[in-house]
């Protein structure tokens, strides 16, 4: 089995920053894309980035520019580096990766338990 162990959210003023981590664990052979979702009150839930194994990234438009993606490899872990944060980013982000457990085994998608991220005006 894997698991997704994310930390770093919390209560932060309009502006501010503040840095996710996720850190996968378990039965891992490779791991292909990670990512970032997040899904606000009332709201579906969206991608907000996404890291390949190569590090090629992927943005949600509203993220663009102010948020940023990065994985290390040797260790099975991404993080998610969020600056001038406004209240409409508040939601539950949600870490998320590709797995593969064994050498010759399909991917699968782990996600994390969600970690509260909420931005005061």
């Known amino acids: 089995q894997v698991q997704l162990a994310e930390s770093g959210g919390g209560l932060v003023q309009a502006g501010g920053s503040l840095r996710l981590s996720c850190a996968a664990s378990?039965?891992?052979?490779?791991?292909?894309?990670m990512g970032w979702h997040r899904q606000g009150p009332g709201k579906q839930r969206e991608l907000v980035a996404r890291?390949?194994?190569?590090?090629?990234?992927n943005y949600a438009d509203s993220v663009e520019g102010r948020f940023t993606i990065s994985r290390d490899n040797a260790k099975n872990t991404v993080s998610l580096q969020m600056n001038s944060l406004k209240p409409e980013d508040t939601a539950v982000y949600y870490c998320?990766?590709?797995?593969?457990?064994?050498?010759?085994?399909?991917?699968?998608?782990?996600w994390g338990q969600g970690t509260q991220v909420t931005v005061s005006s």
């Open positions: 378990g039965s891992i052979f490779s791991i292909n894309d």
């Open positions: 998320k990766a590709n797995v593969i457990q064994y050498a010759l085994g399909l991917p699968y998608d782990y």
């Open positions: 890291i390949s194994k190569g590090g090629s990234t």
